[in-house]
């Protein structure tokens, strides 16, 4: 029954930092064996895991993004956030936040993994 809304803007200019918020209902971001991460995908092209938060606060990120995400929560809002620094045109993409049982989520067809809807951000050229 667990429900993920992301929130923030949907346009970016490029080299300040993207912000997006994600709401949980029906869950807690601190539930036991929980992984709450972000994943992007950019038009035309795949899944790209960014990170998670771990429901004991412990973070991991994607390297390849070279260190330019922050994933933080706010427990009292039952909220996650993704904060992407630095951001050039070529992070336009769509947004998700999701729940899972793993760190890492790479297809919307695993099992037991929870999605928000997306979110669309473009960054200005």
């Known amino acids: 029954q667990v429900q993920l809304q992301e929130s923030g803007p949907g346009l970016v200019k490029p080299s300040q930092t993207l912000s997006l918020t994600c709401t949980v209902s029906?869950?807690?971001?601190?539930?036991?064996?929980?992984?709450w991460m972000w994943i992007r995908q950019p038009p035309g092209k795949g899944l790209e895991w960014m990170g998670a938060?771990?429901?004991?606060?412990?973070?991991t990120y994607n390297s390849s993004l070279k260190g330019r995400t922050s994933i933080s929560r706010d427990t009292s809002k039952n909220q996650f956030t993704l904060q992407l620094s630095s951001v050039t045109p070529e992070d336009t993409a769509v947004y998700y936040c999701?729940?899972?049982?793993?760190?890492?989520?790479?297809?919307?067809?695993?099992?037991?993994?929870?999605w928000g809807q997306g979110t669309q951000v473009t960054v200005s050229s």
């Open positions: 999701a729940r899972a049982e793993r760190p890492v989520v790479t297809s919307k067809d695993d099992r037991g993994t929870s």
């Open positions: 029906g869950g807690s971001v601190t539930t036991n064996s929980y992984y």
């Open positions: 938060i771990d429901y004991r606060g412990r973070l």
